[in-house]
């Protein structure tokens, strides 16, 4: 077969704290070497109990002052600024923020949709890299196959309309794909042409999962990629960054 | 069949000035009603006679200022600020440019791998949403197939690394997913979450085109969408643009 397949997980349970991710999965899908699981953030954090309970947040005076711009929850921010290292842009209440992993984005990860519970939040990984390579070990011990992890989440980007999933965790598939050097059918050679694979099948295996139908994971089946990588390798070194 | 099939055209030809597109992908390809047919800009380009030749250009004293921050070609620099309605930023040559449609990218869409010729540049199609409606029509004519149309191209990111394909042009297929108001499992209403779903289309189809392989243009099959757009819509208006 020439050509991918993207085939969403169904049947997988509501996830939470403690769950063996890896065995929901085996037990929902049978999966082949190459293949790449994709999982939604919000299954990995809820597994690993990255979860807060507003009732549980003390607001502090910042927080209190930027909600009040357009009425949020003051806990909410409150809980944006203790995952943020730094603000990067903020409209009103609306906070762009730069993760302790250096992802830049709206409110630092930090959501109340899909949370276990109403009054809930839902944080992003602490070191998603790591969560995504022990899932990838996992499954190779129940299922005995060589299966690349991708962890992803649904990212604005600067100057256009929409979320796009973008990976934030790897583990045994290239997140970078690296044409320099090589040439094109006329034989130009390519410069600085380097392709980021992870997050393109971040945003393929999004079209079938759905945040509104209950689908976290997804697995691509037929990708040509040799190579490992972390998604720590997408962040944009602070010295080459046009925008931060 | 749950889930996408992504495949590859290939055997296309190289692409020339005023060569029926859709001729060719029909006779390269089966399509179905419901796919969606990804094009590279390039094809586009060079199919419409977007394409200079650096003899021709005559650069300009800016042109020639930016370009000699790095030894860059004054007369590329030149087709940039011809095609770039304003130049976002800019280190040393490297130009990010908004172009005349209104996307942040670099060079403002120019560039020299996969020319027809060495020596030549493409340049963005003048209305790529208007060239995917007639590449959609006359697929429809030719094939008798409800066809939808994405034409896409390699833009980099802010804070992230690497580039994705985007959409540029689109024709019978949504751009973006409005599930405002709708409500996840636990039924916590979805706020202000729009996704850019032909930006992930065009993303999970250059998995299989490649800029080495002369393959420039996939069918993506099995997508579960209504409705129609513009690729313009995925611009983010200026007034809510937080980093134009």
Request: charged letters at 25%; aromatic letters at 2%.
């Amino acid at each position: 077969m020439t050509g991918l397949r993207i085939v969403p997980v169904e049947g997988l349970p509501e996830i939470a704290e403690g769950d063996d991710l890896a065995a929901l999965v085996t037990a929902a899908i049978e999966l082949a070497d190459g293949d790449v699981l994709v999982v939604a953030q919000k299954a990995v954090s809820k597994a690993e109990g990255r979860v807060v309970a507003l009732d549980e947040i003390d607001p502090s005076a910042t927080a209190q002052e930027i909600a009040g711009a357009d009425g949020r929850d003051p806990r909410q921010v409150e809980a944006i600024l203790g995952e943020a290292r730094r603000i990067v842009r903020r409209r009103g209440g609306l906070v762009i923020a730069e993760t302790r992993h250096g992802f830049v984005c709206a409110s630092a990860g930090v959501d109340a949709s899909n949370a276990p519970a109403p009054g809930q939040l839902v944080l992003l990984p602490l070191d998603p890299d790591t969560s995504a390579r022990r899932l990838r070990e996992r499954l190779r011990e129940l299922a005995g196959r060589d299966v690349g992890v991708l962890i992803t989440d649904s990212f604005g980007r600067a100057w256009r309309q929409g979320t796009t999933d973008v990976a934030i965790g790897a583990a045994g598939v290239p997140v970078l794909l690296d044409l320099t050097g090589e040439r094109d059918p006329v034989g130009y050679e390519l410069h600085a042409t380097v392709i980021a694979v992870a997050d393109e099948i971040a945003g393929a295996a999004e079209l079938v999962m759905g945040k509104t139908r209950g689908i976290p994971a997804a697995v691509v089946r037929g990708l040509d990629l040799q190579g490992d990588g972390a998604a720590n390798d997408l962040v944009m070194p602070r010295e080459r960054d046009l925008f931060r």
